[in-house]
């Protein structure tokens, strides 16, 4: 028989790859390469490696040695396919334009000699994590029977200790983005965008603080099912997801800026040498 450790990650990229192609179909973009295209909504190569490491905790536990080393390279595949393959993808596209404008303009011998690069490559970070989502879903429908010891857990009352470290970092989520806001305020208006981007961070974080805050304050009462582990789980972890895509953007608004800084730069240089003048 074949193992599910092989048909479970095949079926996690059968899914992706069909609603991969479902979302072209309905966006206009009707083509049969997005059965096997990389690159899209959501990221097949996020569903197969989640599902197989996915797969393997359930039935081999977080202390198996097979457990670490497909984490590891679910953790290397995801970070590469929004980190080298998008930027690949990234400079196609700005080397199919180029090529474009230089054969408009006469400026290349024999444009057929380029073969226009594919562009989708790799993945924003979004796809990256709704295809990790959906890995972990197959993974968890193929292990129904191993989830009672993980159901129990998340449905038990946390300890004081839990408790304590939930109220803290609560507390630290929402007031230091506060105290960080407050004093780095008047140099985050030099940028529009960067302002409001940490002014959105701002209100989800303190959001995220008061439910951690909330969820460890009503444990104390035994208050159920409110109380039981799950809600500080689910929350902290919608705000990782979350923070890795604000992080990401801030990123990305980072690079602009520098590079608007570069041309501006250049094109002061440039000016005064045409006005004669030293730097």
Same mark, same amino acid.
């Given at each position: 028989? #074949?193992?599910?450790?092989?048909?479970?990650?095949?079926? +996690? !990229?059968? #899914?992706?790859? &069909?609603?991969? =192609?479902? &979302?072209?179909?309905?966006?206009?973009? @009707?083509?049969?390469?997005?059965?096997?295209?990389?690159?899209?909504?959501?990221?097949?190569?996020?569903?197969?490696?989640?599902?197989?490491?996915?797969?393997?905790?359930?039935?081999? /536990? @977080?202390?198996?040695?097979?457990?670490?080393?497909?984490?590891?390279?679910?953790?290397?595949?995801? %970070?590469?396919?929004?980190?080298?393959?998008?930027? $690949?993808?990234?400079? +196609?596209?700005?080397?199919?334009?180029?090529? /474009?404008?230089?054969?408009?303009?006469?400026?290349?011998?024999?444009?057929?000699?380029? +073969?226009?690069?594919?562009?989708?490559?790799?993945?924003?970070?979004?796809?990256? &994590?709704? /295809?990790?989502?959906?890995?972990?879903?197959?993974?968890?429908?193929?292990?129904?029977?191993?989830?009672?010891?993980?159901?129990?857990?998340?449905?038990?009352?946390?300890?004081?200790?839990?408790?304590?470290?939930?109220?803290?970092?609560?507390?630290?989520?929402?007031?230091? =983005?506060?105290?960080?806001?407050?004093?780095?305020?008047?140099?985050?208006?030099?940028?529009?965008?960067? %302002?409001?981007?940490?002014?959105? #961070?701002?209100?989800?974080?303190?959001?995220?603080? #008061?439910? *951690?805050?909330? $969820?460890?304050?009503?444990?104390?009462?035994?208050?159920?099912?409110?109380?039981?582990? !799950?809600?500080?789980?689910? =929350?902290?972890?919608?705000? &990782?997801?979350?923070? *890795?895509?604000?992080? !990401?953007? !801030?990123?990305?608004?980072?690079?602009?800026?520098?590079?608007?800084?570069?041309?501006?730069?250049?094109?002061?240089?440039?000016?005064?040498?045409?006005? /004669?003048?030293?730097?």
């Amino acid at each position: 028989m #074949i193992t599910p450790y092989l048909y479970v990650p095949i079926i +996690a !990229w059968l #899914i992706a790859q &069909i609603i991969k =192609t479902a &979302i072209e179909v309905i966006k206009g973009d @009707a083509d049969i390469k997005y059965l096997y295209a990389s690159g899209g909504m959501p990221s097949a190569h996020s569903a197969v490696v989640v599902s197989l490491a996915g797969y393997t905790f359930y039935h081999q /536990g @977080a202390n198996s040695p097979l457990f670490g080393v497909t984490a590891i390279i679910a953790g290397i595949v995801m %970070y590469d396919s929004f980190g080298v393959r998008r930027s $690949s993808g990234e400079q +196609a596209k700005t080397l199919n334009k180029l090529i /474009g404008e230089m054969a408009r303009n006469g400026n290349l011998r024999k444009p057929d000699d380029f +073969a226009k690069l594919r562009e989708v490559l790799g993945h924003q970070p979004l796809e990256v &994590i709704v /295809g990790a989502m959906l890995g972990a879903l197959v993974a968890t429908l193929f292990s129904l029977d191993e989830l009672t010891p993980i159901i129990n857990w998340l449905t038990a009352l946390p300890s004081r200790v839990e408790i304590y470290a939930v109220i803290t970092v609560g507390a630290l989520i929402g007031l230091g =983005t506060i105290a960080y806001f407050v004093a780095a305020r008047k140099k985050l208006k030099r940028n529009r965008k960067q %302002y409001e981007l940490v002014k959105y #961070i701002l209100g989800v974080n303190i959001i995220m603080g #008061i439910l *951690l805050s909330f $969820s460890g304050l009503i444990s104390f009462e035994g208050i159920l099912p409110y109380g039981q582990r !799950w809600l500080p789980v689910f =929350t902290f972890t919608a705000w &990782i997801i979350f923070m *890795l895509i604000a992080i !990401w953007r !801030w990123t990305g608004l980072k690079k602009i800026e520098n590079f608007e800084d570069i041309v501006i730069s250049e094109r002061k240089q440039n000016w005064l040498k045409k006005a /004669g003048k030293k730097k």
